[in-house]
Nanobody
Framework: QVQLVESGGGLVQAGGSLRLSCAAS????????MGWFRQGPGKERESVAV????????YYSDSLKGRFTISRSNAKNTVYLQMNSLKPEDTAVYYC????????????????????WGQGTQVTVSS
């Protein structure tokens, strides 16, 4: 198990940028694939981006490609989500999640495979 704590959310104007961080506890962070998800008001949870253990492979939701970038630092036990050109429809609670690579059968993994979730951080984009 790994504990995850997101930070970096807040209120930003449309067109602005934010960088979210997700700090993980434990010494096995590099064993985990990491994902970012979001859930907007009245919407279902959706996958935003996923990164493999080394950072050498990443997946993005088609609608977010080019604006969002996922990265990680295994030395700092942290995964990041850089969000640029933000739009009001990006308003949501953003969650990070972890899945042991050894349990991953495909990339990106199905969202319901993740068994470690953070508490979320609110991102609000004003128009």
């Amino acid at each position: 198990q790994v504990q995850l704590v997101e930070s970096g959310g807040g209120l930003v104007q449309a067109g602005g940028s934010l960088r979210l961080s997700c700090a993980a506890s434990g010494r096995t962070f590099s064993s985990y694939a990491m994902g970012w998800f979001r859930q907007g008001p009245g919407k279902e949870r959706e996958s935003v981006a996923v990164i493999n253990w080394s950072g050498g492979r990443a997946y993005y939701s088609d609608s977010l490609k080019g604006r969002f970038t996922i990265s990680r630092s295994n030395a700092k036990n942290t995964v990041y989500l850089q969000m640029n050109s933000l739009k009001p429809e990006d308003t949501a609670v953003y969650y990070c999640a972890a899945l042991l690579e050894a349990r991953m059968r495909r990339f990106p993994p199905s969202p319901n495979k993740y068994d470690n979730w953070g508490q979320g951080t609110q991102v609000t984009v004003s128009s």
